[in-house]
């Protein structure tokens, strides 16, 4: 039967993986009651002030990366339709130079008189040849309407490339929870399928959570790998389900089932997972 022990003074207690008297089963919980989800300011509050420090800035940082890849976006975006207007208007001005081009040789052809047939009249366009029969007004005009387009493009191209980056880097502030250190989270995030960034939005939102709402808590003891593992069996098992019946790939699956099941997949983390 239990006993009540009365007036005990307690000097040391000793943490061990399993007691010595294997008749016995001793239980000692002390904790100070909280609220059970806590928003990052008072998990700020619950820190020392050297690491709520560390903490704030780190956030701080990646809240002004965020804001400068926004404004950083909107530049681009910019120039990016800049670029787009002079490299239709120098398309415009190709095609005239195109079509003045064609009358040239065909005048070209007509002043030498040559008797050809009409499969010499079909042959290919030869660019470099007609270039050297060209007028040079109009050799200037066409080089330079080239040289005009394939400047467009090149800008063209620069733009979608820091538009693409600057949503990389918007996106990879997101996922601060997930341990990939930031450079290699954009590169990542950059070749990442939709498929997998819902695995990784998902990811860093439940890690989220499990901080926020198990501070204090000390992982679970002997056992909780079991406890892990089955959880993860039945987060696949329900993938697979999931996968068949809406005809989508498992990596999708997982994220839809760590969604709908947030207590089975915080179960899986709290056996050691994470």
């Known amino acids: 039967m239990p006993y009540l022990l009365e007036d005990l003074v307690v000097d040391r207690v000793d943490l061990v993986d399993e007691g010595a008297n294997s008749a016995a089963f001793i239980e000692l919980f002390k904790r100070k009651e909280r609220k059970e989800s806590m928003d990052y300011k008072e998990v700020i509050a ?74 010499k009249k079909k042959a290919a366009f030869d660019e470099e040849e007609t270039m050297k029969a060209m007028p040079k007004e109009a050799r200037e005009l066409f080089t330079k309407m080239k040289a005009q387009k394939d400047a467009a493009e090149e800008e063209l191209r620069k733009a979608k490339d820091a538009e693409k980056h600057a949503e990389a880097v918007a996106k990879a502030a997101t996922l601060k929870s997930l341990p990939v250190e930031q450079t290699k989270l954009v590169e990542l995030v950059k070749s990442a399928t939709p498929d997998v960034l819902d695995v990784l939005t998902t990811l860093a939102a439940a890690m989220d959570e499990t901080v926020l709402g198990e501070i204090g808590k000390s992982k679970a003891g002997a056992g909780t790998a079991s406890t892990s593992n089955e959880a993860w069996a039945q987060i696949e098992a329900k993938a697979a389900e999931v996968a068949k019946k809406d005809s989508i790939s498992k990596a999708k699956a997982i994220s839809k089932v760590v969604n709908e099941n947030p207590d089975l997949y915080k179960q899986y983390l709290q056996g050691g997972a994470n």
Request: net charge negative; proline share 1%.
């Open 46 to 119: 619950k820190m020392s002030p050297e690491q709520g420090k560390l903490v704030q800035a780190e956030l701080d940082r990646l809240a002004g990366e965020v804001t400068k890849a926004k404004e950083d976006l909107a530049t681009k975006t910019t120039e990016y339709e800049e670029a787009k207007k002079q490299l239709d208007e120098a398309n415009g001005k190709l095609e005239t130079a195109n079509d003045d081009l064609a009358a040239a040789k065909s005048e070209l052809d007509a002043l030498k008189g040559e008797g050809a047939d009409d499969s």
